[in-house]
C-alpha cells in the first residue's frame, strides 16, 4: 500500500523542482526527504525519479503516479469536510491568508459575521502575498487564501488547488494632476511616461501590472520609488514622487493632490483553498462571510458566459 504521507512529497517534488526546496517548504531535512522518496519507490516496484545533474527529475512513472496524487489528496480533503460537517460544522482553526488591501476592507467584518455566526470557529488571520498562495495552502499552513489576477496578468492556480471570485475592482492611475481632457484608456500612462513611477517590489503581481500597462502604452516606466502599501504610495504621489497604478481598494480616500484615472484594466480577487476542501464546514463558512462582506462599491464576479452577477457558491 502506498503511503499518502510519501505521495504528497512527490507530488511537490513535481512542482517545486528540488529536494531542497520541498524539505525547506515542509520543514523537513534535504536526507529526510529522500529517504522517504526511496521508500515510495520500493512501495512502488518501479524508479520514479532519475539524476539529472546535481539534482533529479520524475520518471514517467513518477509522473503518473504524482496524477494519481493529485486525485488521492483531493478525496481526501472532501472525506475530511464530510466528517468535520458529520462532527461539529464550523469549528476549530481557520487559518487565512490575505493581501494587505483585502485584510483591511473585507476581513473584518467576514471576521465580525463568523464571530456572531460560528462562535466555535477559531479564525487566524496572516498576510500573506498572493505570489505565495499555493505554497502555503499545499503545506497546510493555510487554509484558505485570498488571491488576486489582473486582466493583462491573469494567474492560473496551480494543481492541488481550487478557488471561488470574490469581487472585482477597477484600476486607476494615482498623479498629481488629472490627465488632458479627451485622453482616456492606456493613453492616460503613455501621457506619464517621462515621469518617474512608484511600483511595488519585483515578483508581485501589481508590479508586473503596471509594467505590463506601461508596455501597451508604448514605453518603459522609469521607476525611482518602490513601495508596497498603497497608502503610502498615493501620500509619495501627493508630494509629487512620481505617478503609480492602484486597484480599488487600495485607492479608498485619497490625500488632497491625488488625482484618479480610471484604467481599462480590473483586479480579480477569489478565494482559494486546497482541491476537495470547499465543501468543508469552516471554509463554506468563511466564503459565505466574505462574500457577504465584500464593499458595494465593488463589482461582482463575471460568470462564465461574461454576465456580471452572483456566483454560486462552492
Known sequence: MLD?????????LALRGTIAAVAEALSFTPSAVSQQLATLEREAGVPLLERSGRGVRLTPAGENLVRHAEAVLERLERAAAELAEARHGPAGPLRIGAFPTASRSIVPAALARLAARHPALEPMV??????????????????????????????P??????????CEEDMYLASPSPAPEGVEGLAVLAFRRDAPWIMPGPDTLCRAVTEQMCRAAGFVPRVRHQVDEFATVLAFVAAGQGMAVVP????????????LTSLPVRRRTRIAFRSGAGPHPAVAALTLALRESVPERLGTPRRPNGERGPVPAP
Request: proline share 11%; with cysteine.
Open 4 to 12: 499518502v504521507r510519501r505521495l504528497r512529497l512527490l507530488r511537490e
Open 126 to 155: 496572516s498576510e500573506t502575498d498572493p505570489a505565495g498562495a499555493a505554497h502555503a495552502l499545499r503545506a497546510g499552513d493555510l487554509d484558505v487564501v485570498l488571491v488576486h489576477d489582473y486582466d493583462l496578468v491573469p494567474a
Open 157 to 166: 492556480l496551480e494543481p492541488g488547488l481550487a478557488a471561488v471570485p470574490l
Open 248 to 259: 480599488q481598494l487600495g485607492a479608498a480616500d485619497p490625500p488632497p493632490g491625488v488625482c
